[in-house]
C-alpha cells in the first residue's frame, strides 16, 4: 500500500482483557518495528522484525506482550490481560533495511479501562 | 541508551532560526530526525549516516558530529508549519533507531 496502515484506530478494552493490533507496512519494506508513546512522552521500543532473522524482542515490557509478523508483511501485537498502564498509542514503523528512513502509521490509540 | 535532547522546548516568532541538539554516550552509525505534531504520526526528516555529514533541504539542516556522537538540527527562517514536537533517534549498524524524549518547539505569529 501506499502507507503504513494501522487497526484498528481506536481500541477500549476492559482490564484483563486480550487485544490485538494489526500493522500493515509498506510493501517492499523489509523491516518492521512496534513503538508505543504515552500520553505527552517520547516513543518507547517495543520489538523489531527484519527478514526473517529473529525479532528483536529487547523493549517488550512483560510476557504479556508478544508479536509476530507473517510472511514477513502484516504483524499483529498482542497485549494479554491489559492493564490500565497499558493504555497508550501503538506505533507501527516500517523501513526499506535498516539504513532507511521510517514511515510511521497512524497508530492505535489504546485504552484499558 | 536513550539520546539526549536538548533544550526540552523552544519558542519562537516566524522567521526566527532554532538549534536541536542530540547527544549519545553510544558509538552511532546512524542519526535519525523525525517531527511529529499533536495528534498525527511522527514524519521522517532526515537520516545522517557515520562518516560525519551534513544534509539538507529547504530550510531544515542536520549534521553529525561522529567523533563527539552528537547530531544537531537546524530550522532557519522558522514557520508556523515548523511547531510540533522533534524527536532525533539514534542507531547502531543494522539495529532499531532509539528515540529520544523529544522537543516542543512552538513558531508564534
Known amino acids: 500500500g501506499a502507507g503504513v496502515s494501522q487497526s484498528p484506530s481506536n481500541k477500549v478494552t476492559e482490564k484483563g482483557k486480550d487485544v490485538e493490533l494489526r500493522c500493515d507496512p509498506i510493501?517492499?519494506?523489509?523491516?518492521l518495528y512496534w513503538y508505543r508513546q504515552s500520553l505527552g512522552q517520547g516513543l518507547e521500543f517495543l520489538i523489531y522484525?527484519?527478514?526473517?532473522?529473529?525479532?528483536?524482542k529487547s523493549g517488550l515490557p512483560s510476557d504479556r506482550f508478544s508479536a509476530e509478523r507473517t510472511g514477513g508483511s502484516v504483524s499483529t501485537l498482542t497485549i494479554q490481560r491489559t492493564q490500565q498502564e497499558d493504555s497508550a498509542v501503538y506505533l507501527c514503523a516500517s523501513s526499506f533495511l535498516e539504513l532507511g528512513g521510517y514511515t510511521f502509521g497512524s497508530g492505535t490509540r489504546l485504552t484499558v479501562v | 541508551q536513550q539520546p539526549v535532547q536538548s533544550p526540552q522546548a523552544v519558542i519562537l516568532r516566524e522567521g526566527e532560526d532554532a538549534v536541536i541538539n542530540c547527544s549519545s554516550s553510544?558509538?552511532?552509525?546512524?542519526v535519525h530526525w523525525y517531527r511529529q505534531k499533536h495528534g498525527e504520526a511522527p514524519v521522517f526528516l532526515m537520516i545522517?549516516?557515520?562518516?560525519?555529514e551534513q544534509k539538507g533541504h529547504d530550510k531544515i539542516s542536520a549534521s553529525f558530529n561522529e567523533k563527539k556522537q552528537q547530531s544537531s538540527l537546524y530550522l532557519t527562517a522558522s514557520q508556523l508549519s515548523y511547531s510540533g514536537t522533534y524527536f532525533c533517534g539514534t542507531a547502531s549498524l543494522y539495529d532499531k533507531v532509539i528515540f529520544g524524549p523529544g522537543t516542543s518547539l512552538s513558531v508564534i505569529p
Open positions: 545522517l549516516l557515520k562518516g560525519g
Open positions: 553510544k558509538a552511532l552509525y546512524s
Open positions: 522484525f527484519q527478514g526473517n532473522s529473529a525479532p528483536d
Open positions: 510493501s517492499g519494506h523489509t523491516a
